[in-house]
């Protein structure tokens, strides 16, 4: 089992940065795949970026060139560092871990970018 807990999250300017942090415990983090979610007030929640336990990534569109995803399995974390904001991308993100098909997911942290 893991526990993930999110931070980073907070208000900035339309073009602007923050870098999400996801803190995993309780498993061998390294073996996971490890994904960013995000959910918009009365839309579905969707896949931003995910990667895998070897280091390959996968970015939604809307995010590509902006946002990237790595890991330090060091430091059990994956970020989301995430550049040149614009406000649709004002959401609850979420972090989650997936293995042998069971997943499990942070409580979320708000981004909200608006100026």
């Known amino acids: 089992q893991v526990q993930l807990v999110e931070s980073g999250g907070g208000l900035v300017q339309p073009g602007g940065s923050l870098r999400l942090s996801c803190a995993a415990s309780?498993?061998?983090?390294?073996?996971?795949?490890m994904g960013w979610y995000r959910q918009a007030p009365g839309k579905q929640r969707e896949l931003v970026a995910d990667?895998?336990?070897?280091?390959?990534?996968n970015y939604v569109d809307s995010v590509k060139g902006r946002f990237t995803i790595s890991r330090d399995n060091a430091k059990n974390t994956v970020y989301l560092q995430m550049n040149s904001l614009k406000p649709e991308d004002t959401a609850v993100y979420y972090c989650?871990?997936?293995?042998?098909?069971?997943?499990?997911w942070g409580q979320g942290t708000q981004v909200t970018v608006s100026s």
């Open positions: 309780g498993s061998i983090f390294r073996l996971y795949a």
């Open positions: 990667i895998t336990s070897g280091g390959s990534t």
């Open positions: 989650k871990a997936d293995r042998a098909a069971r997943g499990y």
